[in-house]
Nanobody, 127 residues
């Protein structure tokens, strides 16, 4: 059974950085394209970005482009979300998810592309 687990959330000041990790177990991580989503209180879940199976390609939401970077280490079955220049509006629960598909940003931004989801990790950015 495939399991996805996020870690690395916490409290950080505006302008600071945080790196989230996402570990896949039950199947080799390179089987999946991986996506990151976030959900703020009272809001719908939003797409943050995604990375292809090999890590050769990434796509990002406009709101995080240039600030967030997704990478992966398939030898460790782990995907990372490096978040820089954090803003209070980045405060949310961040979710990692695994998909058997890869495509454009709009394609990967549709949460039904993803079959396996983690429980989420809280990121709080103080002003």
């Amino acid at each position: 059974q495939v399991q996805v687990m996020e870690s690395g959330g916490g409290l950080v000041q505006a302008g600071g950085s945080l790196r989230l990790s996402c570990t896949v177990s039950g199947r080799t991580a390179s089987t999946f394209a991986m996506g990151w989503f976030c959900q703020a209180p009272g809001k719908e879940r939003e797409f943050v970005g995604a990375i292809s199976w090999s890590g050769a390609a990434t796509v990002y939401a406009d709101s995080v482009k240039g600030r967030f970077t997704i990478s992966r280490d398939n030898a460790k079955n782990t995907v990372y979300l490096q978040m820089n220049s954090l803003k209070p509006e980045d405060t949310a629960v961040y979710y990692c998810a695994a998909s058997m598909s890869w495509g454009t940003r709009d394609f990967m931004g549709f949460d039904r592309r993803y079959k396996h989801w983690g429980q989420g990790t809280q990121v709080t950015v103080s002003s």
